[in-house]
């Protein structure tokens, strides 16, 4: 692919001088699980397999934006493992000479039979979502009996680190039996970080009541002792970290609710159908797949992702008397 060096930036800074240079890439929005804050019961409406992005088109845009600044994707959906020969879709974006890292979120059911072929396409971290332990409060959360297959694709995508790193995401929400205490004491055995994400306000999110980071430490802290923040980096977000003693993981909180990072936000998403999504909120964007689609060079391409990048709102308004505007879409299509 021929690339214009005059459209051709390092870096891509927005309008608010925040540095964007990650992108999370949703390859599908099928899901089979049916989480209650994410996917109704009866699901969504499916797209179909032409409206979808092919690959090659997913590595389209990832290549121009690699150019463009971009050095970390998160491959997401949906549940992207669904997606057939994903392993085949991180082959080619390790191929592009700017992407640093590949890293993938799951939920774990069907990472057993493909965490092979994604090492050796090499990914380079996973995250697996799973919000309880318990095996019965797991199956009514996600409304599918899959807690076995789940914890089984974390503890084969476990034999690869310290390769890749592994790491869990859980949503309280507020259930008895949750159990947050028990999904930390992973983070106590083994060099998994477990991350908290406080349930945002988004889709069917908007039914459930957030639990606040605050109230999260302060429930590990009364089993655990005093967490000490971390101060070292670690991974490509939002996400800090605390250390607790004796812990071979971290604990981490991923707060859009009660600690809003937007200022320093450094992401933008790509949907499946290719919508360029600058801000999780809102529907603001670039349809890239149409302009694709339609013929459309590097150079224009690189244009219009410029543009909607620097129309990238300054941050979410996810407290109801700031909501402004209404986000169409539901989790499971943004990819999280
Ligand atoms: N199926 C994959 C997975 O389970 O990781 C990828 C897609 S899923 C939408 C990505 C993440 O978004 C999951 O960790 C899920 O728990 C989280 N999520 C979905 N809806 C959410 C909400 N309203 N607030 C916070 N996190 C949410």
């Known amino acids: 692919?021929?690339?214009?060096?005059?459209?051709?930036?390092?870096?891509?800074?927005?309008?608010?001088?925040?540095?964007?240079?990650?992108?999370?890439?949703?390859?599908?929005?099928?899901?089979?699980?049916?989480?209650?804050y994410c996917i109704p019961k009866d699901g969504i409406e499916l797209t179909t397999h032409e409206e979808i992005l092919s690959f090659n088109e997913i590595y389209r845009i990832c290549s121009l934006m690699g150019s463009m600044g971009i050095h970390?994707?998160?491959?997401?959906?949906?549940?992207?493992?669904?997606?057939?020969?994903?392993?085949?879709?991180?082959?080619?974006?390790?191929?592009?000479?700017?992407i640093d890292q590949i890293t993938l979120t799951t939920n774990g059911v069907l990472l057993e039979e493909q965490v092979e072929?994604?090492?050796?396409?090499?990914?380079?971290?996973?995250?697996?979502?799973?919000?309880?332990?318990?095996?019965?409060?797991?199956?009514?959360?996600?409304?599918?009996?899959?807690?076995?297959?789940?914890?089984?694709?974390?503890?084969?995508?476990?034999?690869?680190?310290?390769?890749?790193a592994v790491k869990i995401n859980c949503v309280p929400m507020g259930l008895e039996g949750q159990n947050l205490v028990e999904m930390a004491a992973i983070a106590r055995d083994y060099n998994i970080h477990v991350r908290y994400i406080e349930m945002m306000p988004i889709g069917l999110g908007k039914q459930f009541t957030m639990c606040s980071e605050e109230d999260v430490l302060k429930e590990l802290e009364a089993v655990y002792g005093k967490a000490s923040l971390y101060n070292g980096k670690l991974g490509n977000g939002p996400c800090h970290y605390y250390t607790f003693k004796g812990f071979k993981g971290k604990i981490g909180f991923i707060s859009a609710v009660s600690h809003k990072f937007c200022s320093e936000c450094n992401r933008v998403r790509l949907t499946s159908q290719g919508f360029l999504k600058t801000c999780l909120q809102y529907d603001i964007g670039s349809d890239l797949r149409g302009l694709i689609r339609s013929g459309c060079s590097d150079e224009k391409l690189l244009e219009v992702i410029s543009k909607t990048i620097d129309a990238k709102p300054d941050g979410h308004r996810f407290l109801k008397e700031e909501i402004t505007s209404e986000n169409h879409l539901g989790m499971s299509q943004i990819g999280g």
Do not use: W
């Not at 060096?5 to 089979?32: E, M, W």
């Not at 549940?79 to 592009?96: G, M, Y």
């Not at 009996?145 to 974390?154: I, P, R, S, V």
């Open 1 to 36: 692919m021929e690339h214009s060096n005059l459209t051709r930036t390092k870096s891509l800074i927005d309008k608010y001088g925040r540095r964007i240079d990650y992108l999370r890439v949703s390859v599908t929005d099928r899901c089979n699980l049916r989480c209650q």
């Open 72 to 98: 970390k994707i998160k491959l997401t959906g949906g549940e992207p493992l669904a997606r057939k020969n994903l392993n085949q879709l991180v082959k080619q974006l390790k191929s592009i000479p700017e």
């Open 117 to 164: 072929g994604l090492v050796e396409a090499g990914i380079d971290a996973i995250t697996v979502s799973m919000d309880t332990l318990d095996s019965n409060l797991y199956a009514q959360i996600t409304r599918r009996d899959e807690f076995t297959k789940a914890m089984n694709g974390l503890k084969a995508a476990y034999k690869y680190v310290p390769n890749i």
